[in-house]
C-alpha cells in the first residue's frame, strides 16, 4: 500500500442528487473493517444524522469489492497484544457493540437505503450490505460468510439480518458451508434486486435514487418501518454467541492461520493434503 | 465447442495472451499467478459461461483446466 492510500480516509461522505448522501468506502485492500474503518462508519452516520437525506447510497471506490470484512490481522494482532482475558474481552465486546450500532443505524435509517456492490461481499462486508433495503451487485459480486472456518459465527448483525431477506436453507448453506454466492444466484433469491454489468452499480443505484425520490417521503418511512423491524432479540443473541466463542485458543489459532494464507481460497479452511 | 476449448476460450478472455499456452494438464495457477480475486472471478465466469452453480471447494484442489473441465461436468455443465 503506498503511503498515499494509508493516508486516505477511510471513507468519503458527498451530496449526490438532490436529498441523496453517498457513502463510499475507500480503504485499501478491500475495506477491511477494523478500529479505523469503524470510527470513519460512525462519521458517517453522523453525517447522515446531520444532513437528513431522503436516500443513502453505500458503495465502495476500491476495485477488489465493497468489503472484505472484519480486518483479521488487526483483530488477531489485537487479542495478542492483551494478555488479560478480562481486558481483552472487554474490548472486543466494545467493538462489538459500536459496529452493531453502526449497522443498526443504517438498518433503521427511516429512508431508503441502497447498496452498489461489486466484488468481493464477504463476512462483515455482507453484513454491512444487508443493513440496505435495496442491492444493486455487479455481476461479478459474491456473497459469503466465511467465519465458520475461524471457529466463529458472523458477528457484526448479519445472520439475523440475512434471516429476514433470504430463505433458511441458504441461511444455513452460507453459514455452514461457507460457499460464496454469485450476483446473479442472489438475485434469484432476491438477497439482490438488480444484477448490472460490471462498472454499473453505482450510476444504477443513482437512478434507482432519483426514482425513489419521486415517492412521498412519509409514506416511505412509514412503509420501512412497517416491512423492515430490526431483530432486537436475534441481533442480541448473535452478539452472546459470537462473544462466546471468540475468546478460544482454537480462534486464534486460526485467525494467526489465515493471517500467513497465500494461496486463492483463504475464504476457505485450507485444502486436505493430497494421499 | 468442447467444454475444455469453452475453459480455454474463458481463460484468453480473463487473462489474455498468457493463457494460449495452457494445455489440459498445465497448472493454471501457476502459469497464471491466479490470486484470490482472480479465483472468485473465474467461478463467476464459469457458473455465467456454464449455467452451473459449483461450490468453491471444488474448486479448491483444481489446478487445470481438465480437472476444471471434470468438475463442471459433474455439475451438468
Request: glycine share 8%; aromatic share 6%.
Amino acid at each position: 500500500m503506498t503511503a498515499a492510500a494509508e493516508r486516505q480516509a477511510p471513507l468519503a461522505v458527498a451530496a449526490g442528487e438532490d436529498g441523496v448522501l453517498e457513502v463510499a468506502l475507500q480503504r485499501l485492500p478491500c475495506n477491511e473493517i477494523g478500529t479505523a474503518m469503524l470510527a470513519a462508519l460512525e462519521g458517517a452516520c453522523d453525517a447522515i444524522d446531520a444532513a437528513a437525506p431522503r436516500v443513502v447510497i453505500l458503495h465502495s471506490t476500491v476495485p477488489a469489492g465493497f468489503c472484505a470484512g472484519a480486518d483479521l490481522r488487526e483483530l488477531h494482532a489485537g487479542m495478542l497484544a492483551v494478555e488479560d482475558p478480562a481486558e481483552r474481552r472487554a474490548a472486543i465486546a466494545d467493538f462489538l457493540e459500536r459496529i452493531h450500532r453502526v449497522m443498526d443505524r443504517l438498518d433503521t435509517f427511516p429512508g431508503p437505503v441502497v447498496a452498489a456492490l461489486h466484488g468481493v461481499c464477504f463476512g462483515g462486508g455482507f453484513e454491512l450490505a444487508l443493513t440496505a433495503d435495496l442491492r444493486i451487485a455487479e455481476k461479478n459480486t459474491r456473497f459469503a460468510f466465511p467465519e465458520l472456518r475461524l471457529g466463529l459465527i458472523p458477528g457484526f448483525g448479519g445472520l439475523p439480518r440475512l434471516r429476514r431477506d433470504a430463505p433458511a436453507g441458504l441461511v444455513r448453506s452460507l453459514l455452514m458451508s461457507g460457499r460464496s454466492l454469485g450476483a446473479r444466484r442472489a438475485a434469484e433469491v432476491e438477497l439482490v434486486q438488480q444484477v448490472v454489468a460490471p462498472g454499473e452499480a453505482l450510476g444504477a443505484a443513482r437512478r434507482l435514487a432519483a426514482q425513489l425520490l419521486r415517492y412521498d417521503a412519509h409514506a416511505t418511512r412509514l412503509g420501512k418501518a412497517f416491512v423492515k423491524p430490526l431483530p432486537r432479540e436475534d441481533l442480541d443473541e448473535e452478539k452472546r454467541i459470537f462473544l462466546e466463542l471468540i475468546d478460544r485458543p482454537a480462534v486464534r489459532e486460526a485467525l494467526a492461520d489465515f493471517a500467513s494464507r497465500t494461496d486463492a481460497h483463504p475464504w476457505l479452511p485450507r485444502a486436505a493434503p493430497s494421499p | 465447442m468442447t467444454t475444455l476449448e469453452r475453459l480455454q476460450q474463458l481463460a484468453r478472455t480473463r487473462f489474455g495472451e498468457k493463457a494460449d499456452a495452457l494445455g489440459p494438464d498445465t497448472d493454471f495457477f501457476d502459469a497464471l499467478g491466479i490470486d484470490s480475486l482472480q479465483a472468485l472471478d473465474l467461478l463467476t465466469d464459469i457458473e455465467d459461461a456454464f449455467g452451473v452453480e459449483v461450490p468453491d471447494w471444488e474448486m479448491q484442489d483444481v489446478r487445470t483446466l481438465g480437472g476444471l473441465a471434470e468438475v463442471i461436468g459433474r455439475y451438468g455443465g
